[in-house]
């Protein structure tokens, strides 16, 4: 089997149920230590290794985790096609009572290592954060939502987020620069790409625009 099939066989045959109960929030979940352990026999099986790794990158004003899990095939004979990889990003928070900085970063690590395994070996936790925080911040944000005042009409309120021409720009550019379109909103505090503030628009661009650099750089 080479890698792509290798992978094919852990993906189908993995089950890493959610047996973490979050009391809080009253569901299950499951941590980046449970899809390990649930991997480890299929990676025996296969004669394949998962490694994984990550960075504190800085994205704007903030900080994010950044993590990346490799599916590595220890059979291949040379470097060719012997590798594929995912990545996920988490945001650490500003600050959390009863928690120091050392253990906030390894939260937010595990949280970002658990992400990109479940993007490399197809496991989706979209649907149920397994963090309070996430319960607490998406409860915050729908509140807000139901007590939104009604737009305004004047020309300011009509400049407050991007335009339509300006949204097909970061479309483009996000295509060029291969970035994940769900990625770049969770990085900005998106829940679509309307919501870009224009002073955040030039920015985006930039940073997009290095992106797209660094890319048709490395494929030169």
Known sequence: ?????KLLTVQTKLNAPKNRKNTFGGYT??????????VKPLLAEVKALILIKDAIVQVGERYYV??????YDIEAKDGTNALVTADAYAREEDEKKGTSA????GATSSYARK???GALLLIDDQKDFDTDEYKTESDAKAKKVVKKDPPKTDA?????YVTSAQ???????LKRADVDPAKFNQIYGLAVLSELPVAKYDEAVKKLETA????????K
Not at 30 to 38: N, P, T, Y
Not at 212 to 219: H, L, R, T, Y
């Open 66 to 71: 950044y993590a990346q899990a490799f599916f």
């Open 1 to 5: 089997m080479n890698v792509y099939e």
């Open 156 to 160: 300011s309120a009509l400049d407050e």
């Open 167 to 173: 949204i097909e720009v970061l479309e483009r550019l």
């Open 29 to 38: 979940y499951r941590s980046c230590e449970d899809i390990l352990e649930a």
């Open 102 to 105: 050392a253990q906030l970063t």
């Open 212 to 219: 797209i650099s660094i890319n048709e750089g490395k494929g």
């Open 115 to 117: 992400y990109a395994l």
